[in-house]
């Protein structure tokens, strides 16, 4: 430390011991006289550090010690010619090099563009990182150091404590009730106040019945994603598809997605609809919600051999000549059925909304 | 280092400005304890390391992102660069997001950086959080960091949830659309919950903007405050470090911080930074534009999400049909326990774990040694067997996939996980005791007999015996005297000297090896202060053993 040629520093303006141990053992002659090393290890014992054992690196000039520094050179080299590399062709596609945004006639630059980028970019830093690993295990002398773990002081803990309870005594919460409790009303209200305002988050689910309605309702057609209406003849049998309630948004509606399935002869044979549901569905024509009712995902994979309907989430299967039962998985009720009819022009319309709310299962969902 | 100064003062001007420095700050004393810090050193201790790394590529990767990203989810019309788009009705998130993919220049990079460094952040603190279970690491006094590491694990969860909802294509919107009906399925609140965080019926017009605060904002904020916190009490608790010769209870021996630790973690950063990059050029995550816009009515078959959502979809996919219906037309939806139940059960006994164990052991003493898997058989064991419930959750995640490409029933996937979520467990566990045991046997039977040379000898009496080399000094029947103290135990010559270390160069020798071999010939002078370490036995008292036979055979090495 020179101290001594700071401008205006009197003797009696310097720093002295702060800390009482070290300033006070080793004058500043003392500390001038040793070297470096001895003077890290003297800091390093301070801090409870012993070095117990260095390896010392390669000799300087030696041959282990120039191929190490080859070797970190090359790598160093190495993630400099990568990283020159990005700029190139971050920069360049567009000036010098072919464009690289994506092209449906050009599938060749700008296929090549990202990946270019990663390797440039990974390439530089990796090879960065693989020359400060050389760098460290083969140049850096190799130390085993030990420090010294404490235990908590008992002295401290006491005196600790002693500040501690002593400022709660002056304080004197314990004697002085009606402060602390007048304190404590304060608190809790202002708490309130301060979670008051999240309060604007909460809304009445229960206002109306947004869970158990649809867009659906009586006389509105069923289209499909394009808005065109649906005629019976329109399906071969034993196809499915999906439709939408002819409103305006209809076909991104979360819950009105419908599947209007076309039976074969030899599944209308066996169909069972779900009490007092026969006359929901119009010739061979059925139409079920699309919201699988265990999750809300859209259920779509319909395998006619089996009749059964698959959603691709949790496989939920469903059984189309039984009311589309739940036969497998984790869905526990029947996807609703939508009633269908024609309507003066012969287009399938809806006679009513859903009976029951379609989608996932909820606390006070009505049960029909 | 060619310099004219004295040996023991820095450069002057460097000396002059770091005066100035100390001055106004004081920060030579608490400088140096920072660089004198010891750190132990081991390979899986960088495990958290990587963890950390990822998210400080998180956190540069994300803020570019933020630069072209709108959270909103009104309609408009595609009109950008990729073609088969061009026209379709889609959310300006989704268009946003196809912006930074095709028109940002290096976009595509920069996004897949952040997907990759974010799967990469969940897998380091899992690895992690294992190892940290398997060796101890979490007994008494780290149970507060262990508790802070579950919660920065469930934190990572909703980080990658809330991210990978954010571009609004097909995929992530049918993610929504569950964790919507996960919320729905919550008894008696689930509604008010819903509509609260919906701000209505699903899907509404707000819930991306939210989401985006949540990922951008307020997560990352709590998880840079605990990540700070967790470091600051490793900082103030010292590393652990496994057993081994001169580590106690009440040292740490490795590093110091300057050079050799700090350069090394440096590396490791550059390292990851640089995996993460070359992944996001070479290995496409998440090609959105492929998925298309979110519909409600549309999903694409064999979706899955992120590898650590994984093990929920399973759980979900597994879960029985069991609604509970109360009376009153309420009830329990059946999707309520795999998903919330299980989920946080799985969480809470984590965090609560060390408690449990210290109850349980009543073992109330300070561990700053780590121990072995194989020494804790009950503890590992309850790991495997943890991890074998999750990995069969996880399996069943994919279960669609795997029926698929392997041509397997879908049911009896479904069947397989059910019952295999219940049998596998337990014989995961009894399996992993057997093999601690074993692991503990061997290790002190070679410390009692010596390592197995593979040299088959005939004694004088016609007796073939194996020769063993001894860890140690051995008494008169010939059994080592080392006790085993929980640090690995050499299991072949070559890890006690027994070949020679390679002359170095690549092309040609750098070394001479005549140097080579005197180094070895000094090594051996050295060891040979434990001169018993070269005898040679064939261990077992029933051969060579036997003072009958004369004691143990002596014969030179090699």
């Known amino acids: 430390m020179s101290k001594d040629d ?47 054992h260095v390896d010392p690196p390669p000799a300087p000039g030696s041959a282990l010690e120039k191929q190490a520094e080859r070797q970190v050179s090359m790598a160093f080299g190495i993630a400099g010619l990568f990283a020159l590399a990005f700029a190139v062709v971050y920069f360049g596609s567009g000036w010098f090099l072919p464009d ?37 295990k083969k140049l850096l002398p190799h130390e085993t150091a030990v420090q010294d773990k404490h235990d908590g002081s008992h002295f401290d803990r006491t005196t600790t404590a002693a500040t501690l309870m002593g400022g709660v005594d ?68 034993g196809s499915l598809e999906t439709v939408f309630p002819a409103v305006p948004g209809g076909n ?38 699309k919201i699988c009712t265990h999750a809300g995902c859209p259920v779509s994979l319909y395998e006619q051999e089996t009749s059964r309907i698959l959603c691709p989430c949790h496989q939920s299967q469903f059984d189309v000549i039984q009311g589309a039962k739940p036969v497998f998985g984790p869905a526990t009720r029947p996807l609703p059925e939508l009633p269908i009819t024609l309507d003066d022009e012969g287009y399938f319309v809806a006679r009513s909304d859903y009976i029951e709310a379609v989608g996932p299962t909820y606390w006070n969902r009505e049960r029909i | 280092m060619a310099t004219t100064i004295t040996p023991n003062q820095p450069a002057p001007r460097i000396s002059k400005a770091a005066s100035e420095v100390d001055d106004r700050l004081i920060v030579a004393g608490p400088l140096r304890r920072t660089l004198n810090k010891v750190f132990p050193d081991h390979w899986s201790f960088l495990l958290g390391e990587i963890a950390l790394y990822s998210f400080v590529i998180l956190l540069l990767s994300g803020t570019f992102l933020t630069f072209y990203y709108d959270p909103s989810l009104s309609e408009t019309e595609y009109e950008g660069i990729y073609a088969p788009l061009r026209g379709v009705e889609m959310s300006r998130a989704y268009e946003s997001s196809l912006g930074i993919s095709f028109d940002v220049r290096g976009g595509l990079l ?67 659309r569950i964790v919507s009906a996960i919320i729905l399925s919550i008894p008696v609140v689930g509604t008010w919950v819903h509509w609260a965080v919906f701000d209505g019926d699903y899907v509404g017009d707000v819930i991306l903007g939210r989401l985006y605060i949540v990922h951008v904002l307020i997560l990352p904020a709590i998880i840079l405050a605990l990540i700070a916190l967790h470091l600051l009490l490793l900082i103030k608790q010292k590393h652990t470090q496994f057993p081994g010769p001169g580590r106690t209870e009440h ?66 996919r597994l879960f029985p049909a069991w609604d509970i219906n109360l009376p009153g037309d309420y009830t329990i939806p059946a999707l309520f326990w795999p998903t919330v139940v299980i989920a946080g059960a799985m969480f809470t006994l984590l965090a609560l774990y060390p408690q449990i164990e210290r109850k349980l052991t009543g073992d109330d003493a300070s561990h700053h040694l780590l121990q072995r898997p194989r020494d804790v058989p009950v503890r590992t064991s309850i790991g495997a067997m943890a991890l074998m419930f999750y990995g069969v959750l996880w399996l069943s995640g994919g279960n669609d996939l795997i029926a698929d490409k392997f041509d397997i029933s879908l049911n009896a996937m479904t069947w397989f996980g059910r019952i295999g979520c219940v049998v596998l467990p337990p014989i995961a566990y009894m399996v992993t005791y057997r093999i601690c045991l074993g692991l503990q046997k061997h290790d002190r039977e070679v410390l009692e007999h010596g390592i197995e040379t593979g040299v088959i000898r005939r004694l004088p009496s016609g007796e073939f015996i194996e020769v063993h080399q001894p860890l140690g000094p051995v008494d008169e029947h010939g059994h080592g005297q080392l006790t085993y103290a929980g640090a690995p135990v050499p299991k072949r010559m070559n890890q006690v ?60 090495r090699d």
């Open chain 2, 110 to 176: 920069i996004r897949q950086i952040h997907h990759w460094a974010a799967l990469l952040f969940v897998a380091a603190i899992v690895v992690h959080l294992l190892r940290i279970f398997f060796t101890g690491a979490f007994r008494k006094p780290r149970e507060t960091n262990w508790g802070i590491g579950v919660v920065l694990l469930v934190l990572a969860l909703a980080m990658g949830f809330t991210g990978y909802t954010l571009p609004d294509d097909l995929l992530s919107g049918t993610g929504l």
């Open chain 2, 251 to 316: 040292n740490v021996v490795g590093n110091r911080l300057f050079p050799a630790f700090a350069g090394k973690a440096t590396a490791l950063f550059f390292i990851v930074f640089g995996l993460c990059a070359g992944l996001a050029g070479l290995v496409q995550i998440n090609p959105f534009w492929l998925w298309g816009p979110y519909n409600p009515a549309q999903v694409s078959a064999g979706s899955q999400p992120d590898w650590y959502i994984g093990f929920l979809d399973g759980s979900t």
């Open chain 1, 6 to 52: 700071r401008a205006g520093s009197r003797p009696e303006d310097e720093a002295g011991p702060l800390h009482g141990g070290p300033d006070e053992d080793y004058t500043p002659e003392q500390l001038a006289g040793m070297d470096r090393e001895e003077l890290n290890r003297l800091g390093a014992r301070y801090d409870g550090v012993e070095v117990l």
């Open chain 1, 252 to 289: 991104l509606a979360a819950d009105a997605a419908t599947m209007l399935i076309r039976l074969r002869p030899e599944q209308m044979s066996l169909l069972q609809p779900r009490e007092g549901q026969a006359d929901f569905g119009y010739g061979d024509y059925v139409a079920y919600s």
């Open chain 2, 497 to 556: 000297g027994g070949a020679r270390r390679a002359v170095k160069g690549f092309f040609k020798p750098i070394e001479q090896p005549a140097d080579v071999e005197l180094e070895a010939q000094r090594e051996r002078r050295g060891l040979a202060a434990a001169e018993a370490d070269r005898e040679v036995t064939s261990g077992r008292p029933s051969e060579g053993g036997r003072p009958s036979a004369g004691g143990r055979p002596q014969d030179p």
């Open chain 1, 100 to 136: 690289w945004q994506w092209a449906s006639d050009d599938n060749g630059w700008s296929a090549l563009y990202t990946p270019l980028l990663g390797v440039g970019m990974g390439g530089a830093l990796i090879f960065l990182g693989v020359g400060m690993v050389l760098f460290v």
């Open chain 1, 170 to 237: 002056r304080v004197g919460f314990p004697r002085r009730k009606m402060i602390g409790r007048s304190l404590g009303f304060a608190g809790g209200a202002l708490g309130l106040v301060l979670i008051a305002p999240l309060g604007g988050l909460i809304k009445n689910p229960n206002k109306g019945n947004p869970l158990g309605t649809t867009e659906w309702a009586e006389g509105v057609r069923l289209v499909r994603q394009d808005g065109s209406p649906v005629r019976p003849g329109d399906q071969e049998p």
